[in-house]
């Protein structure tokens, strides 16, 4: 069952994807060599509270975090750790579901640990932001489902990486995880009509090898099968009669 949001509703999300953002900003400047991942997830734990912000990942099963931190071959769902330390050139993806007044917003965001390690993982990287606004572009009410995935798929394919499998984006509202699940693979033209309304957290994972993943033995954090670099970025995005409206985004920003 896909929630229809009415206009209060995605007002909400809105408020709650802005103050995120504003997170994520700061975010930047916390992402430094010798910083081990938990204490990154303490700092944003901070930043939530200071915002009256509730984690949805905390307590999310057993998860006992307020972020995913993956590092490297890490895909997703990295638990913070005092042991990770970051070290220079680390590729370092952050992911964070937080609500506001009820509402929830979920983003993330890759982060080079000092300085970029080569002009090939740079352009690695910026395909994920194309791919994700490839899919966003692709948000219009008329639109099917299967147009969102397919145009992802393309963006990361034609480059000559991986695309992710096991794990995809998803609808988003009162809770974290809403129907309907979004593919970053699939057929255009294909699946649910797309109408005003709708939210979706799309998100993007793509690797430098294959797109083959094993989750580790902690149960959560997800890693590539060859050990190839990875990269994963997110937004909540709503669809309007006009078009896309990007609710994590703060506008002149990115």
């Known amino acids: 069952m896909v929630t229809i949001k009415n206009k209060l509703a995605i007002e909400k999300m809105f408020t709650a994807g802005q103050y995120l953002a504003e997170i994520f900003v700061d975010l930047k400047s916390q992402i430094q060599a010798g910083k081990s991942t938990l204490q990154l997830d303490q700092w944003f734990e901070e930043q939530l509270v200071k915002k009256k912000m509730v984690s949805k990942c905390k307590g999310y099963g057993s998860y006992k975090h307020v972020s995913c931190i993956s590092v490297n071959d890490e895909v997703v769902h990295g638990v913070p750790r005092s042991t990770k330390i970051l070290k220079k050139g680390d590729l370092v993806k952050v992911d964070v579901c937080a609500s506001y007044d009820g509402y929830c917003a979920d983003m993330a965001r890759c982060y080079f640990v000092d300085f970029c390690p080569s002009d090939s993982v740079a352009s690695f990287v910026e395909v994920a932001k194309n791919a994700l606004d490839k899919g966003i572009d692709e948000m219009c009410p008329g639109k099917k489902l299967g147009d969102i995935s397919h145009a992802i798929q393309v963006e990361i394919e034609k480059n000559g990486y991986g695309v992710v499998r096991d794990f995809a984006g998803h609808g988003i ?82």
């Open 173 to 254: 509202g009162k809770q974290m995880h809403e129907d309907p699940e979004v593919l970053n693979y699939g057929k255009a033209g294909t699946g649910l009509g797309l109408i005003p309304g709708m939210v979706f957290a799309l998100e993007p994972m793509l690797t430098m090898g294959s797109y083959k993943v094993y989750v580790d033995n902690d149960g959560w954090t997800a890693r590539t099968m060859d050990r190839s670099l990875a990269a994963h970025i997110e937004d909540t995005v709503a669809i309007t009669t006009t078009g896309p409206k990007i609710l994590t985004r703060l506008e002149g920003l990115e």
